[in-house]
């Protein structure tokens, strides 16, 4: 069985987390050994990592220390536990990835998603999502969300402003690059996004075997 490396984006409080185990449930079906994972984070390294960049102690830590820590973070992540998951065949499903790189760190804090995604270069080892899924809803809604759910984090503090940015950025990242982003409604019942999604998902995976039934 032929690997495959889903990424699922979107702004705080989108409901990601309910939607990657949905989907995973689904992918477990098709016969695939399904790997969780999440960013920053997914290895010991990575974690500690993460305690560092969402602590909201750190108010002093500038925007690039910002973007280099989420690059270390990914590169152990991919090196330790993508990879080698990608190289034996499983399915991975990556709660963030670079794009949340390009929208948080490129566009929000307005360091340049060319800067981001060249940086990220080191971090990525060649690795990339066959599928992103970006679930679009509007910030104040995610915000709201993520308020009503537990204490926000340094970077769920920031400003409307910088994440309504993001949000702008992950409908300009989904248009640029419509055959790798698939974009769904964020306002839709649950139930009405996970059928979306793997009816996607679905679609992808079936053409995928179709092509190399052909080529066999």
């Not at 984006?9 to 989108?14: K, L, N, T």
């Amino acid at each position: 069985m032929n690997s495959v490396f889903i990424t699922m984006e979107g702004p705080d409080g989108a409901g990601k987390s309910t939607q990657i185990e949905l989907l995973s449930q689904y992918l477990q079906t098709r016969g695939y050994d399904v790997v969780l994972t999440r960013e920053p984070g997914g290895t010991d390294i990575s974690e500690a990592i993460r305690e560092v960049i969402l602590n909201k102690e750190y108010t002093k830590m500038g925007h690039m220390t910002e973007l280099l820590l989420y690059a270390a973070a990914r590169a152990q992540l991919v090196e330790e536990v993508i990879k080698p998951a990608l190289l034996s065949g499983k399915a991975v499903i990556c709660d963030r990835f670079v794009d949340s790189s390009a929208v948080y760190q490129g566009l929000g804090r307005e360091l340049g998603v060319d800067k981001v995604y060249g940086i990220n270069e080191y971090a990525l080892a060649g690795i990339s999502p066959d599928l992103t899924i970006f679930i679009d809803l509007e910030a104040e809604e995610g915000l709201k969300r993520k308020k009503d759910q537990s204490e926000l984090d340094r970077m769920e503090m920031e400003s409307l402003a910088f994440h309504q940015r993001v949000v702008e950025g992950y409908r300009q990242l989904a248009k640029l690059d419509p055959e790798r982003i698939f974009k769904v409604d964020g306002s839709l019942p649950i139930e009405n996004i996970s059928t979306l999604i793997i009816t996607e998902v679905k679609n992808r995976l079936d053409r995928e075997h179709l092509i190399l039934d052909q080529q066999a």
